[in-house]
């Protein structure tokens, strides 16, 4: 069974730009959620989405958006970019998405904003 | 919002030592626990977790243990190897599926 996919891997955008990262689950799996992973911030929950419905979000701007489709896959979208949003963006993805469910991480889109 | 706090953020030991790694959360509701462990480049990987109704869980030379009264928990590797160093990130989940995870503590094992 694949594991978790996001691409691109790597991008590099300049400030005031916007970016969309994807996120495909794991088959099967209904839910994703996405974290921003910094070195001096850790791994910070943004949101999750289940069945097309963010269920989740954390304390990120409205900058900071995201969507789920029918078959699953997530996409999330930053807009007007900052240089303090150079991170690693993980996405994971989860079976049924409600409690005690075992997150899946995919390898990340580290993101350069220059 | 909910914090998970984890300490030490540093821990270097000997190989063939234990290590112990604390979390401590704020949310009484949350009732799932999982560690995960991220080598250089790499995504986290669990590699252990806990449930509320468990207070200890063992796998091999790893266990974590669980205080819901006093909310922290641990864990605890033993016979440490030196493919052991890693970041190893705590968590909790509040909220259905929203997991706050701890800043990490980086681990060497020192041959």
């Known amino acids: 069974k694949a594991g978790v996919t996001q691409t691109p891997r790597y991008l590099i955008k300049t400030r005031g730009q916007q970016v969309t990262l994807s996120c495909s689950p794991i088959?099967?799996?209904?839910?994703v959620s996405w974290y921003q992973q910094t070195p001096g911030q850790g791994l910070q929950f943004l949101f999750e989405?289940?069945?097309?419905?963010?269920?989740n979000k954390g304390n990120f701007p409205g900058r900071f958006s995201g969507r789920q489709f029918s078959n699953s896959r997530s996409e999330m979208n930053v807009s007007t970019l900052e240089l303090g949003d150079s991170a690693l963006y993980l996405c994971?993805?989860?079976?049924?998405?409600?409690?005690?469910?075992?997150?899946?991480f995919g390898p990340g889109t580290r993101l350069t904003v220059l | 919002g909910e914090n998970v706090e984890q300490h030490p953020s540093t821990l270097s030991v000997q190989e063939g030592d234990s290590a112990v790694i604390k979390c401590t959360y704020s949310d009484s509701a949350s009732n799932y626990f999982p560690w995960y462990k991220q080598e250089l480049g790499k995504r986290p990987q669990l590699i252990i977790d806990?449930?509320?109704?468990?207070g200890e869980k063992k796998d091999q030379r790893i266990a974590v243990t669980l205080n819901k009264t006093a909310k922290h928990f641990s864990l605890h590797i033993t016979e440490t190897q030196p493919e052991d160093s890693a970041v190893y990130f705590c968590a909790a989940l509040y909220n259905n599926n929203d997991m706050r995870f701890g800043a990490g503590t980086r681990l060497t094992v020192k041959p």
């Open positions: 088959s099967g799996h209904r839910s």
């Open positions: 989405y289940f069945s097309e419905t963010q269920r």
């Open positions: 994971a993805s989860s079976r049924v998405g409600g409690v005690q469910n075992e997150q899946f």
């Open positions: 806990i449930r509320s109704n468990v």
